[in-house]
């Protein structure tokens, strides 16, 4: 079996989460925002599933199981709220979002 080595799995998921958050500081298209949020959470569980494989346990596997439920219900939410945005602003600028008040 082909072994990776931690630090270039661990490295990846750095460079990966790095992305993701500057994708999510930067972007204002809702729909972006969410994508960041995804790629952080997809290099999270890189690096679960990196020192898991490290250690030999299956502990890093089941926890890259529950960051895809998460991901899961973040998608439905994310989704949910970009409909209810574009329906009533005809736009998907998080900025517009500061004047859904009350």
């Known amino acids: 079996m082909l072994m990776i080595p931690v630090q270039e ?3 990846l998921a750095a460079i990966l989460f790095a992305l993701g958050l500057i994708g999510l500081l930067v972007r204002r298209n809702i729909l972006f925002i969410l994508m960041s949020t995804e790629v952080m959470l997809n290099a999270a569980g890189l690096a679960f599933i990196v020192a898991g494989a490290r250690w030999g ?3 890093g596997q089941v926890m890259f ?3 895809l439920a998460l991901a899961a219900a973040e998608v439905s939410v994310g989704l949910a709220l ?3 945005m574009h329906h009533q602003y ?3 600028d998080a900025d517009l979002l500061s004047r859904m008040r009350g």
Request: no cysteine; glycine share 6%.
């Open 65 to 67: 199981f529950f960051i």
């Open 82 to 84: 970009v409909l209810r």
């Open 9 to 11: 799995g661990l490295l």
């Open 90 to 92: 005809k736009s998907l």
């Open 57 to 59: 346990a299956a502990d």
